[in-house]
């Protein structure tokens, strides 16, 4: 890995922590960008809000480019056992640091791209909000802009191939019932908790009959709660129900 103006940018990057919690968003990465935009090309750069604080970011010379470079600022939260998970600190070839691929490298390459071609009013670039976890970000750009570019480039990583197309997400809840019945006696009912992740195998294997040799479907369960529901709408738990 060898030292580069981009590679600088990346290690800026990494140490703005710009997962989304109750006390945590991209806004201070937000700010970074729109900074580095504004000294260093001559685009004009929109701050778009999306709520509470969290922003896009467009940049452009021209609302009908050829070329748009896509990037998410968010990242998903740190691991408990990451040590340091915002250090940005190089070993060898290696680049530690939350965000170093997913997508920062693709951030900071969009900004040298940018500096680069300062004066292009070809290249138009997006940075959303929000992509890991709901896509408000996505949604909201194009509720304003409207482009039409004959090219969109996604700097998301891909084992360093250029892939023509990206997969597709669907997020759904479901409520499973069973029948209640004491532990003691289980045949005489439904568990529903062990129901759903029968359910979830299920699901996978019939999408995966939709599979291709250049594409695999996944069925992720992504959250469980179980237990009795009681009259008043709350869930208690028991271990011999």
Do not use: W
């Not at 750069?45 to 970011?57: A, H, L, P, S, T």
């Not at 990242?75 to 040590?83: A, F, N, S």
């Amino acid at each position: 890995m060898e030292n580069s103006a981009t590679l600088d940018i990346l290690k800026e990057l990494i140490k703005i922590p710009s997962y989304f919690e109750e006390k945590n968003n991209e806004r201070n990465l937000g700010f970074f960008i729109m900074n580095y935009l504004k000294a260093n090309t001559d685009l004009q750069v929109d701050q778009q809000e999306v709520e509470n604080g969290r922003f896009n970011i467009i940049a452009y010379k021209n609302l009908e480019p050829k070329l748009i470079l896509f990037g998410h600022l968010d990242t998903v939260p740190p691991k408990v056992e990451t040590l340091n998970p915002f250090s940005g600190e190089q070993k060898g070839q290696k680049l530690y640091g939350l965000g170093s691929v997913d997508m920062k490298a693709g951030i900071a390459t969009m900004l040298e791209i940018a500096k680069k071609y300062r004066k292009s009013d070809q290249i138009a670039y997006i940075f959303t909000v929000d992509e890991e976890y709901e896509f408000k970000g996505a949604h909201k750009i194009i509720e304003k802009y409207i482009f039409n570019p004959e090219y969109t480039i996604n700097l998301e990583p891909t084992d360093l191939k250029i892939l023509n197309g990206c997969r597709g997400v669907t997020e759904f809840s479901f409520l499973v019932h069973g029948k209640s019945s004491h532990a003691g006696t289980k045949h005489l009912g439904v568990n529903a908790i062990e129901k759903a992740v029968e359910l979830s195998n299920l699901i996978q294997s019939e999408i995966s009959e939709f599979d291709t040799t250049d594409s695999k479907n996944s069925f992720n369960l992504a959250y469980l709660n179980g237990g009795i529901l009681s009259k008043d709408g709350n869930v208690m738990y028991s271990g011999n129900v």
